[in-house]
């Protein structure tokens, strides 16, 4: 399996600008995961998924971001308009479900959001 | 309090040596406890997991667990300078949420 994809790797865009990040799980996995970290907060849930289903969204800032999942196989970050202090990594991760307490999280490269 | 607990560090360590990487937890209902490591500019990557009182190995790690004292650790035998990351630990809690404490970075010397 290829592994948790994000894209793109890097992006740089300016104050004000609507900024897409996308992402493809793990096939098979059940739930979707959403992380932004940086230096002051470390690794923060934003959101995720289960089925395709939002189930919690408390750690999403504020009304700039948005997520969706379409589908198994594909979700999006959306954050419009972006600030500078969006500036950080966001990391997508997926993980099966098997009903046991040691359901693994699996990352993905994440992407590097500069926004200037 | 926050909810895991670790010591930013830097930890730093001969090459060769034992490291030790602590991480405490609040919540009595935690069910499991997960280890990962963080190369600079790379993503998190599972190093072990542990849900029993007691210690797990694998290879030259061993993570430890103590449910009482609410007290997890990782130790890395023969320390290598390729161990030089941060280590983060994550708790899954009573309410089946992933808990991530802030990461301890380790330097091995060589």
């Known amino acids: 399996d290829a592994g948790v994809i994000q894209s793109p790797r890097h992006e740089v865009t300016e104050m004000g600008q609507e900024v897409t990040l996308r992402c493809k799980p793990i096939?098979?996995?059940?739930?979707l995961f959403w992380y932004r970290q940086t230096m002051m907060r470390g690794l923060e849930l934003l959101i995720y998924f289960n089925n395709n289903v939002p189930i919690d969204d408390s750690g999403m800032p504020e009304d700039r971001f948005s997520a969706k999942m379409p589908n198994a196989s594909f979700s999006t970050l959306k954050i419009q308009p972006s600030e500078p202090r969006d500036s950080a990594v966001y990391f997508c991760?997926?993980?099966?479900?098997?009903?046991?307490?040691?359901?693994?999280?699996?990352f993905g490269p994440g992407t590097r959001l500069t926004v200037l | 309090q926050k909810e895991v607990e670790q010591n930013s560090g830097p930890l730093s360590v001969p090459e060769g040596a034992i490291a030790s990487l602590n991480c405490t937890y609040s919540d009595r209902g935690s069910q499991s406890f997960f280890w990962y490591r963080q190369y600079s500019g790379k993503s998190p990557e599972l190093i072990m997991f542990i849900y029993s009182n007691g210690d797990k190995e694998d290879g030259r790690f061993t993570a430890q667990l103590n449910k009482a004292s609410q007290y997890v650790s990782l130790l890395i035998r023969d320390s290598q300078p390729s161990d030089s990351a941060t280590y983060l630990c994550a708790v899954r809690n009573s309410n089946y949420q992933l808990i991530w404490g802030a990461g301890t970075k380790l330097i091995i010397k060589p």
């Open positions: 096939s098979g996995h059940d739930y």
């Open positions: 991760a997926s993980s099966p479900y098997s009903g046991g307490s040691t359901d693994t999280q699996y």
